[in-house]
C-alpha cells in the first residue's frame, strides 16, 4: 500500500508554466526506489491518459502531446515525483494523477489535482 498526495494545480494562462508535485508516504526509500513513477491526465469525457514515466534507472518517456513541453523527475532520498509543465495549452486541462508501477500496470493512489489552461 503507497499513500500518494499530489498538489501544484491551479488556473494559469495559454503559455504559461506549472509545477506538480508528488508525495508518495507509507512506504521506504528503498520500496519506492524500486517504482516506475508516472503522471497520467483524464479530462471529461475523455479516457485517462499517460504522459509522462520515470524508471527506477531514470529512464524517461513522454506522450507525444507533451513531448517538449514537459519534464519528469524524482528524488527517491524525499521520495517525490515533479512535473514541470512548460508552454501550457487548453488541451492541457484536466485532473492529474500521479501512479506507481511494480512491471505490470500503474496504480493510482491519490486524489488527482486540478490543472486549467485558459485565457
Known amino acids: 500500500q503507497v499513500q500518494l498526495v499530489e498538489s501544484g494545480g491551479g488556473l494559469v494562462q495559454p503559455g504559461g508554466s506549472l509545477r506538480l508535485s508528488c508525495a508518495a508516504s507509507?512506504?521506504?526509500?528503498?520500496?519506492?526506489?524500486?517504482?516506475?513513477m508516472g503522471w497520467a491526465r483524464q479530462a471529461p469525457g475523455k479516457q485517462r491518459e499517460l504522459v509522462a514515466t520515470i524508471t527506477s534507472s531514470g529512464t524517461t518517456n513522454y506522450a507525444d502531446s507533451v513531448k517538449g513541453r514537459f519534464t519528469i523527475s524524482r528524488d527517491n532520498d524525499k521520495r517525490t515525483v515533479l512535473l514541470q509543465m512548460n508552454s501550457l495549452k487548453p488541451e492541457d486541462t484536466a485532473v492529474y494523477y500521479c501512479a506507481t508501477n511494480l512491471g505490470v500496470q500503474y496504480d493510482y493512489w491519490g486524489q488527482g489535482t486540478q490543472v486549467t489552461v485558459s485565457s
Open positions: 507509507v512506504v521506504s526509500r528503498t520500496i519506492f526506489s524500486m517504482y516506475t
